[in-house]
């Protein structure tokens, strides 16, 4: 058994600590499978700024040089500071007389020192995305987690310079202001960080791309930049787009655009969430200690018609936790019939929002109760928890941009039994096993795990707390 201590508060990941990439990204991979050294002969050259690549001897033609650029840029979410659109180019001829692309020479939005220091920031958004997940996890929470919080956090870019340009990862998650081709990159490039597989999707009919993420070795179609809300709504996201097969995504529904005429890398054909209630949820979907979802449905045609649920994603039900009865202005004498109540956790504690207040809800207790009223008179359309602030999203009406407004602090609760890191209620010999276990790093503990296991309450985790916890079932005290 190891005896080191460990700090008994969360962990958190040193703002110094390597991003490594252990997920794939793929675009257009029948052409990369052709052209793989060219491609990454490209893409090497870009990570070291070169003012000219050759790659004179992988034979790429002037027809092709746009696809093997696109895909080096593509796969590399990364090279932000390249222009995608432009470049320039040197041809020559074999001694088999075929005019070959010589070299390619980039144009570099900006110098080394400046994008150096573009990257130390996107680097440090990447990890506080990353600080919402848990080892834990599994694919699904992370990648559900992921889309959650890119679409809270980014808002779609609709002025001018969006018309003229295209968008990349840095402006998605350091600008948070961004399109579809952003979304598609910052998306990538974090299942990426977190060993998720995925790919780039384009359709050049629709103008729009997208991506595909590989779930349990399968892969579906996953649209954030369309479960954004527009205008932008600080507190709500969708998952309307979330997880569909190719079947599912090209059809229209009454609240569903289809997806048509696009080049993808592979087929998704499982059809495993196409029906699945989370597809209603149109608040944060929150993940609790035990592996509980809660969301709101905020629809007021859905099957849970303005109601915060208990979500079971293997059984694909749920269950009513709290009725939101109230209702949002329309006009003076006028209500909304949806409503647009958020949802966000801190703690294993709930926070939503109605018109005029804040509302909590603890998840281990039940105890649930109102935060108080919101100063403004304006209507909160959602909300948020950041750094254990809330804040409400205001606005006059749903159909204009809302401001996010501090509204107060998180509930400070002490809603957690001591020793009892297994959580069934009981201080015994499975807490002191778990305790061991999580010592030698074979179990990850949440937040709540760290505090229970601290049970001589100085401030670490060692094997005191176990030899505590023996004394006190020894004492009678099971």
């Given at each position: 058994m190891g005896a080191s201590a460990v700090s008994a508060s969360a962990v958190s990941t040193p703002a110094d600590t390597p991003l490594n990439q252990t997920g794939t990204i793929t675009y257009n991979k029948a052409f990369y499978d052709k052209n793989a050294e060219?491609?990454?002969?490209?893409?090497?050259?870009?990570?070291?700024?070169?003012?000219?690549?050759?790659?004179?001897?992988?034979?790429?033609?002037?027809?092709?040089?746009?696809?093997?650029?696109?895909?080096?840029l593509k796969k590399n979410p990364l090279f932000f500071y390249v222009d995608n659109n432009n470049y320039y180019m040197t041809t020559k001829k074999s001694s088999d007389g075929i005019t070959y692309i010589n070299s390619v020479i980039p144009i570099y939005r900006y110098d080394e020192s400046t994008t150096e220091q573009m990257t130390d920031k996107f680097n440090a958004e990447c990890k506080k995305y990353l600080a919402k997940l848990s080892n834990n996890m599994t694919d699904y929470q992370k990648a559900l987690t992921l889309h959650d919080e890119i679409a809270l956090e980014c808002e779609?870019?609709?002025?001018?310079?969006?018309?003229?340009?295209?968008?990349?990862?840095?402006?998605?998650?350091?600008?948070?202001?961004?399109?579809c081709e952003g979304y598609t990159a910052a998306y990538s490039y974090l299942l990426s960080l977190v060993g998720i597989d995925s790919d780039i999707v384009n359709s050049s009919a629709m103008v729009h791309a997208w991506n595909?993420?590989?779930?349990?070795?399968?892969?579906?179609?996953?649209?954030?930049?369309?479960?954004?809300?527009?205008?932008?709504?600080?507190?709500?996201?969708?998952?309307?787009?979330?997880?569909?097969?190719?079947?599912?995504?090209?059809?229209?529904?009454?609240?569903?655009?289809?997806?048509?005429?696009y080049v993808s890398s592979y087929s998704a054909d499982n059809s495993k969430y196409d029906k699945s209630l989370f597809h209603e949820f149109n608040t944060k979907m929150c993940i609790d200690d035990d592996g509980s979802y809660y969301a709101i449905s905020n629809s007021y045609n859905s099957k849970y018609k303005k109601s915060l649920v208990k979500y079971n994603l293997e059984a694909d039900s749920a269950e009513v936790v709290k009725t939101i009865g109230d209702y949002w202005k329309a006009s003076e004498t006028g209500y909304w019939l949806d409503g647009f109540a958020g949802l966000d956790m801190k703690d294993g504690v709930l926070y939503y929002n109605t018109p005029s207040s804040v509302y909590y809800l603890n998840t281990k207790t039940g105890e649930t109760d109102s935060l108080g009223k919101i100063s403004s008179d304006k209507e909160s359309y959602g909300m948020r928890v950041i750094d254990g602030k809330i804040y409400v999203a205001l606005s006059s009406t749903p159909n204009e941009k809302t401001t996010l407004t501090y509204f107060g602090e998180c509930k400070d609760f002490d809603d957690f039994m001591l020793g009892d890191v297994t959580g069934d209620g009981q201080i015994d010999?499975?807490?002191?096993?778990?305790?061991?276990?999580?010592?030698?790093?074979?179990?990850?503990?949440?937040?709540?795990?760290?505090?229970c296991a601290d049970f001589d309450k100085d401030g670490y985790i060692t094997v005191n707390d176990i030899t505590a916890i023996q004394t006190y079932m020894a004492d009678g005290n099971v």
């Open positions: 060219a491609c990454d002969a490209i893409a090497n050259g870009l990570a070291n700024h070169a003012s000219s690549i050759n790659i004179f001897n992988y034979k790429i033609q002037t027809d092709n040089i746009g696809n093997a650029y696109a895909v080096a779609y870019g609709l002025g001018d310079e969006f018309s003229t340009r295209s968008c990349d990862a840095y402006d998605a998650l350091v600008n948070k202001e961004s399109t595909k993420v590989c779930i349990d070795g399968s892969y579906y179609n996953v649209d954030i930049t369309w479960d954004d809300p527009v205008p932008d709504n600080n507190g709500l996201v969708s998952h309307t787009y979330f997880l569909l097969s190719d079947d599912e995504i090209a059809i229209a529904t009454n609240n569903r655009q289809p997806h048509y005429d010999i499975t807490d002191a096993t778990s305790i061991q276990k999580y010592l030698v790093e074979m179990e990850v503990y949440t937040e709540n795990q760290i505090k």
